[in-house]
């Protein structure tokens, strides 16, 4: 005899269920590398679907099943298809899914060019009920300098880590790594996990000839990201962990 | 001679800044208490304003003066005069609040009535331009006892702690106790700090009674707030910690 | 007939348990202040006893109870009263708490005299076998500005936030307010929640005259706990946000 | 004319420093897998040397070339071997590592065999000064059911993911799955990502067959471990998200 299928039951409040599967899944998968190809990391994701009003609940353990078929090659080429899929196995009329991840792209320190590994928090959040509707985000750590500081004092300028985060709409494929390295070009800095006493020098001087305040480098990536055709929407962020507050500073601008 | 003022300058990129402020502020402040008139908590601040496009930047001191005239009393009934306050005070057109805390509510456990303080997660998140427009959210964590599990195993049930979070917006003053109290009557079960053997019996059988999935919660509380003609809009959250799972399952409804 | 105490039943596996009870409890407390006699506060707690071979389990529930009945009123001066209570109500050897707090501490701007509320977060790490053993916990934010980059650059300097940590143990009682006062004293400059632009310039251009290494920062520290007879012990960490990296640069010294 | 070397200066104040170095470095690595040979993953890693007291400050950026040079394979066979090489290029008498990073193993659902990667946290944590002392760490969620709650109740018993957390020191190489699989083996029940009704259902009855308190994991644990002459020191903690209770129930003990 079967085990009683609860979930297949009716339910009669009449609530449909905007979202409902699983949450805060780990799992390795494999995604592209602009110059490897591929790249291994470790996501956290997230899988829904809508469920109509007169079902009682979803089967949880089918978004596993779909992650696992796709999990050695995920990526905004394919996401369409593994909504339709989710959308197939979960008998949904809509599907939804979150997907970060670290990714790593070698960088050269600016004097000397000694290499390594710098860590991007990457996003993609994909629907899909008649059609994809996709956000890709990246999250991009960069040194701010401080305008006012800089111009009020005498010697010296607070500068400090900022977080610029980006989410946008596009309408064909693009890499990622194009996209950071957009951002990045907007910053007062570049950040490098490796930077020897030439490099140190550069990035020092640098900032000082640079400064922003966390309102330039919103608007800053705006322009950029208007004069871009392929882009038909976008949040930009950038929050600034003060060096002379323990809060941060923080603007957000989206386009309309 | 005065120090310049740079954040007062023009900018000509033409592009107006959304939201610019101080993130991440952590203050002391005293709420509202429907049982003790005031509580004293710790509060996680967010506050921003937007910025037109011919000024550089934004005034970020002024915002800590504002939450120092306010902090002594922050409750639903004047985020608008704060929110006003701070329009006034950086000059904008739209200022933006997002006040997070701890609330303390006493318990008693169900059947030996042994009393404990029980925290809430309370958020206040708040925006105003020509009037407020005002989210109160609370995050609930309740047990929740798997209806599957239970009907198809000939002994048990797994079960586990979930968080019912609720967002809305209402017409009037609302005690937040009042909404917590609703979602916690809605749940397979209510939580407590301090449980006697006693209500531990009586709290393993009632969710044993009560088996509900992650559909259901949300379901119950969205049935609930429907037939509340004071609740203009809401949002539903349950999450559950998966006991026999390292990921959670989710689901979400929202009024329309 | 009473409810089966399962946990007074015994066992046979000859294994004392070093440690066991409750972790994580949030709950209202009040601790000492130094001007305003006293400071409501939110706690994270972690209460354990030891538990003998023989034994089965332990009675969770009244760890609830000694917190309840200490709440009002927890500072160093009553925190072996507190372990002894445990020790009693749990009928164990030895006892264990754990409690972290955010405290506030109203400064004023270095120019201006501005005055805003600093968050410092403390802990209280107390155990009782014969007699109390007690460290103090603090985490102070701070600025720093590294000397390498200020020397070989031509202009400007990196500097970033970075938190202090000081752990410590005492023959008699101080105020919590002094030994940040101390710490503050020690690094290149204190942080502020509110600064007008006249302050602003006075702490950029303190860090810049006063350049410390994560190295140098506990080594001052260190070298004033050292002058302090009331100082048996101490653990002092600092770690520095790098503004040009996006990990930490950390140092640690230990008293012997 | 070469940039000063700041670091490499004299310091007057004869305090040497424990730990100096690098926290919170993000890193892709490659570490053994028993099945697959190797595993792909991203750590969290922090390095550090002891500084003498006559030096000023140590050189960040040659932590990072030693990562670099270690990245394609770390594992317990070669972490003296990057020690040896931190306190060589560092100049320092003594080096430590601490590399934390998630691990996927591939796992059978107990009655249907459906198959999915169950991620565990592992840690590495190596000091040379003479001679190794390295402690490795594995952290393990499973399913724990209260034996109380079971005794005294009519039906059902209150159960929860709980964490446990193993800390060894081991005298010749093992695989850090044989020490999963000996922590899950003591447990009430493994954990897994995709079940379907029947293991549903048999992980369900399983819990209920064999209830344990907080207490019993550990000593469970400990007693495995006491028999394996391979293990010359062991901390077990489990961690318990209580279903009942907001909280977590916590034991601890560690071997003498």
Request: hydrophobic content about 40%; aromatic content about 8%.
């Amino acid at each position: 005899m079967p085990l009683k299928d609860m979930q297949s039951q009716n339910d009669h409040r009449r609530i449909e269920i905007d979202k409902v599967g699983v949450k805060g899944i780990r799992y390795p998968i494999v995604v592209l590398d602009k110059i490897n190809r591929v790249q291994n990391t470790v996501a956290t994701i997230n899988m829904y679907v809508s469920l109509p009003h007169h079902f009682k609940g979803t089967h949880m353990s089918r978004f596993i099943e779909v992650l696992n078929a796709y999990r050695h090659g995920i990526s905004t080429r394919n996401i369409a298809e593994i909504l339709i899929k989710i959308k197939e196995k979960l008998r949904s009329e809509s599907a939804h899914i979150e997907i970060s991840f670290p990714f790593f792209i070698e960088k050269q320190a600016p004097v000397t060019g000694a290499s390594s590994l710098m860590e991007y928090t990457c996003h993609l959040v994909g629907s899909h009920r008649e059609k994809l509707d996709l956000i890709v985000g990246v999250e991009v750590p960069v040194t701010t300098l401080c305008p006012c500081s800089r111009e009020i004092s005498n010697y010296g300028a607070h500068n400090q880590r900022s977080l610029v985060r980006v989410q946008g709409r596009f309408k064909k494929f693009f890499w990622i790594e194009d996209l950071i390295a957009l951002i990045e070009s907007c910053a007062v800095n570049e950040i490098y996990p490796l930077l020897k006493r030439p490099d140190e020098k550069f990035v020092t001087e640098k900032a000082y000839d640079n400064p922003m305040f966390v309102e330039d480098i919103v608007r800053s990536v705006a322009s950029r990201l208007d004069l871009d055709s392929n882009v038909t929407w976008y949040m930009i962020e950038s929050e600034n962990y003060e060096s002379i507050h323990n809060h941060s500073a923080y603007a957000l601008v989206e386009k309309q």
